[in-house]
């Protein structure tokens, strides 16, 4: 039977929603199917957003509609028939689960007095421990002790046990002390934070509550949070000075220069970014000044309303934004307020959740991030203005996976990230070209290289490029590894690498690898993308290289070197070439568990491989797998990721003497943050090794 927690409150708005997410983020890492659960929903055809919120996540595979109870309608009309409805559905959920989140009703329907009753008897039923989630903003201890004292007693006299509690919406300063206060309690106790921006509504969210119509700007920035909001009811001098970052301005639509000052400000270095400009009364900006706002150069959203400056501000200040439809930065920081408020070991223990047995392309992510957090390493990114990569360093800053370096015009890279929602506070920017350090590179380059002819001048001329910049950072010890090829070919990214990283000693050539996450383990794939056609030294290379890698990332090397014969059964110098390479192996690693030449299909299928090899240990148990040319590798792990629906994760670049990985161009901001994780991983096993 699954194992299954109950998120109950007796009150609104306690942030629920971050609660499960925080939940389900923490039991997709350990369990293979995470089930969610909603008891209750409101009536009608819109779908609930606390459950979309949770099924969006990548660890979640359920379609919405197993997933509700019944309605409050349902409830009110026959609460016993709707109990059992809810169970009988809910059973249906945990027979294809192994943890099921549910989370309680809202009090946004026709609630009453009874409703946390209601709640504690489904749990009851469901046979869940309850979390009992209380808000904290603006209350006294005493206040939120009486609240807990008195829902966890309504709860167990409907025999609902408690879990936990959770004290949400704390203000900051105060965190220590309801903490402290509430300790008392037999029970687990979790203190989070209020954070405004969580409840705040996006852009997105505005438009549509104002009927508005977007008359401007790039549409990517709808999703961006509006932190405050600004009546512009005074002169434009007064305005300037109260502007703020994240900022809605609501004005007159009749009044260009409100519009015009706004706009200016919003371009310039030297004031807030904001979230956009609302224009009410219905009225549009003349042509002059639209052509004149445009030519600002920024991708601020201006919206238009036919509502009036009082009706504006009334609905933007009411509205309030659910993280379902917020942005990443949203998403971002609730799951990291929930890492730093909850000792998620101790969840997992309280519930006795096991650790799966198979290893799925979600668990193994949340691996990378786990160990690349335990000891952070410094990152370099060269593309810097790239809205991935923003995306990307936002999400490593606020999980606290990495501490970064991006490269580009500062005000550039700021300013981009401000309009995008991001917070990359916590990174440095650097300019190559008007670096301090610009000049010692150039020397250490022309050193480096002056068996080439290599001089002061030229080197001056090549290292403001972003890719021989953040080399050389990693090079001279000013940041642990680099990541690049969002926006750069291979070539671009691994040739400052090979002329000034070089090597490790006792390896003679730079290869990669693919960690390939299959639905129930992780294979590596080498080389699959750097040497096209590498002799039998090299290959035996490439193989020692990638089993050290595999293990680094906690996957045992068992080593298959690949051919179209198994064995002594097949002939000719392809097939010669790999037995030499398994010979090299062999002789120089005795510690190695390797096969070879093999086919692939003795390598993987047990059935295959005791047929064909049946005293190998590695035959059909094979971890590490060596293709006898870049050919073969690169078809056969586009096709495994293509027809298996297996993550490619890669390439992870290996044998230099520090890390610098390539991203494909086509590279998602999920594919940025794991890559980052690796190399991080990488420069920690370096560390170790030195």
């Known amino acids: 039977m699954a194992r299954s927690i109950y998120i109950a409150s007796p009150e609104g708005h306690t942030g629920k929603s971050i609660i499960a997410l925080g939940l389900v983020d923490l039991f997709v890492r350990r369990v293979e199917r995470v089930g969610i659960f909603r008891p209750v929903v409101p009536a009608g055809?819109?779908?609930?957003?606390?459950?979309?919120?949770?099924?969006?996540?990548?660890?979640?595979?359920?379609?919405?509609?197993?997933?509700?109870?019944?309605?409050?309608?349902?409830?009110?009309?026959?609460?016993?028939?709707?109990?059992?409805?809810?169970?009988?559905?809910?059973?249906?959920?945990?027979?294809?689960?192994?943890?099921?989140?549910?989370?309680?009703?809202?009090y946004t329907d026709v609630a009453g007095p009874a409703e946390l009753a209601f709640n504690g008897r489904v749990a009851a039923n469901l046979g869940a421990p309850v979390l009992l989630a209380v808000r904290a903003l603006d209350r006294?201890?005493?206040?939120?002790?009486?609240?807990?004292?008195?829902?966890?007693?309504?709860?167990?006299?409907?025999?609902?046990?408690?879990?936990?509690?959770?004290?949400?919406r704390c203000e900051p300063e105060r965190v220590d002390e309801v903490q402290q206060a509430l300790s008392r309690l037999s029970v687990p106790v979790w203190t989070f934070p209020e954070l405004p921006l969580l409840s705040a509504a996006?852009?997105?969210?505005?438009?549509?509550?104002?009927?508005?119509?977007?008359?401007?700007?790039?549409?990517?920035?709808?999703?961006?949070?509006?932190?405050?909001?600004?009546?512009?009811?005074?002169?434009?001098?007064?305005?300037?000075?109260?502007?703020?970052?994240?900022?809605?301005?609501?004005?007159?639509?009749?009044?260009?220069?409100?519009?015009?000052?706004?706009?200016?400000?919003?371009?310039?270095?030297?004031?807030?970014?904001?979230?956009?400009?609302?224009?009410?009364?219905?009225?549009?900006?003349?042509?002059?000044?639209?052509?004149?706002?445009?030519?600002?150069?920024?991708?601020?959203?201006?919206?238009?309303?036919?509502?009036n400056t009082y009706e504006s501000a009334r609905i933007a200040s009411t509205t309030r934004g659910l993280i379902s439809r917020g942005s990443q930065r949203k998403r971002d920081l609730a799951l990291s307020a929930f890492e730093r408020s909850v000792d998620g070991e101790s969840v997992l223990a309280a519930l006795d959740v096991p650790r799966?047995?198979?290893?799925?392309?979600?668990?193994?992510?949340?691996?990378?991030?786990?160990?690349?957090?335990?000891?952070?390493?410094?990152?370099?990114?060269?593309?810097?203005?790239?809205?991935?990569?923003?995306?990307?360093?936002?999400?490593?800053?606020?999980?606290?996976?990495?501490?970064?370096?991006?490269?580009?015009?500062?005000?550039?890279?700021?300013g981009r990230a401000s309009e995008l929602g991001l917070d990359i506070d916590a990174a440095a920017v650097v300019d190559p070209r008007t670096s301090e350090l610009l000049e010692p590179f150039a020397r250490e380059y022309t050193a480096l290289r002056a068996h080439r002819g290599m001089t002061m001048e030229r080197a001056l001329e090549i290292m403001p490029s972003v890719?021989?910049?953040?080399?050389?950072?990693?090079?001279?010890?000013?940041?642990?590894?680099?990541?690049?090829?969002?926006?750069?070919?291979?070539?671009?990214?691994?040739?400052?690498?090979?002329?000034?990283?070089?090597?490790?000693?006792?390896?003679?050539?730079?290869?990669?690898?693919?960690l390939m996450c299959l639905a129930d383990r992780v294979l590596v794939y080498g080389d699959c993308a750097v040497n096209p056609d590498p002799d039998a030294e090299q290959l035996a290379d490439i193989a020692i290289s990638s089993a050290e890698t595999s293990a680094q990332f906690g996957i045992e090397p068992r080593i298959a070197m690949l051919s179209y014969s198994t064995g002594t059964s097949g002939s000719g110098a392809e097939v010669d070439k790999v037995r030499a390479a398994t010979t090299i192996v062999r002789e120089s690693r005795p510690d190695l568990s390797v096969e070879g030449p093999i086919q692939y299909d003795a390598a993987v299928d047990a059935s295959v491989a005791q047929t064909k090899l049946p005293e190998s240990d590695v035959a059909g148990r094979a971890t590490v797998f060596i293709f006898p040319d870049l050919n073969t590798g690169n078809n056969t792990y586009k096709a495994v990721q293509r027809s298996a629906g297996a993550v490619a994760i890669g390439p992870v670049l290996q044998g230099l003497n520090k890390p610098v990985n390539d991203l494909s161009r086509g590279a998602l901001v999920g594919d940025i943050v794991n890559t980052v994780a690796i190399t991080a991983i990488q420069a920690q096993a370096s560390e170790e090794q030195q």
Do not use: W
């Not at 852009?203 to 509006?226: F, H, K, P, S």
């Not at 050389?472 to 926006?487: I, K, N, W």
């Open 45 to 106: 055809t819109e779908r609930d957003n606390v459950l979309e919120l949770l099924l969006s996540h990548d660890g979640v595979d359920l379609p919405y509609e197993d997933c509700v109870g019944v309605t409050y309608d349902e409830v009110h009309a026959d609460e016993n028939a709707a109990l059992s409805r809810i169970v009988q559905r809910f059973h249906a959920v945990e027979q294809r689960s192994d943890i099921v989140v549910i989370v309680g009703s809202d």
């Open 140 to 168: 006294t201890v005493e206040e939120i002790e009486q609240v807990v004292d008195i829902a966890s007693s309504e709860l167990r006299s409907d025999h609902a046990s408690i879990a936990a509690v959770a004290i949400n």
């Open 202 to 307: 996006t852009m997105g969210d505005l438009v549509e509550a104002l009927d508005g119509t977007v008359i401007a700007g790039d549409d990517a920035l709808l999703a961006r949070e509006a932190e405050s909001i600004l009546v512009c009811g005074m002169n434009v001098e007064h305005i300037l000075e109260r502007l703020k970052e994240g900022q809605v301005a609501i004005a007159a639509g009749d009044r260009s220069e409100v519009l015009i000052a706004l706009a200016a400000a919003h371009a310039s270095q030297n004031f807030p970014s904001l979230a956009g400009i609302v224009l009410n009364g219905g009225y549009q900006p003349n042509a002059a000044v639209g052509t004149l706002v445009e030519g600002l150069g920024r991708s601020l959203p201006i919206v238009t309303t036919e509502h």
């Open 356 to 414: 799966s047995s198979v290893v799925t392309p979600l668990m193994f992510e949340a691996e990378l991030i786990e160990r690349a957090r335990t000891d952070r390493k410094h990152i370099v990114l060269p593309e810097g203005t790239d809205d991935r990569i923003l995306r990307a360093a936002s999400t490593l800053l606020s999980r606290g996976v990495a501490d970064l370096t991006l490269l580009g015009v500062e005000s550039d890279v700021r």
């Open 467 to 514: 890719s021989y910049f953040g080399t050389m950072m990693v090079h001279l010890g000013h940041a642990d590894g680099m990541v690049s090829g969002a926006r750069h070919t291979t070539a671009h990214t691994i040739k400052p690498s090979f002329e000034i990283i070089k090597t490790r000693p006792g390896t003679s050539i730079v290869s990669s690898v693919f």
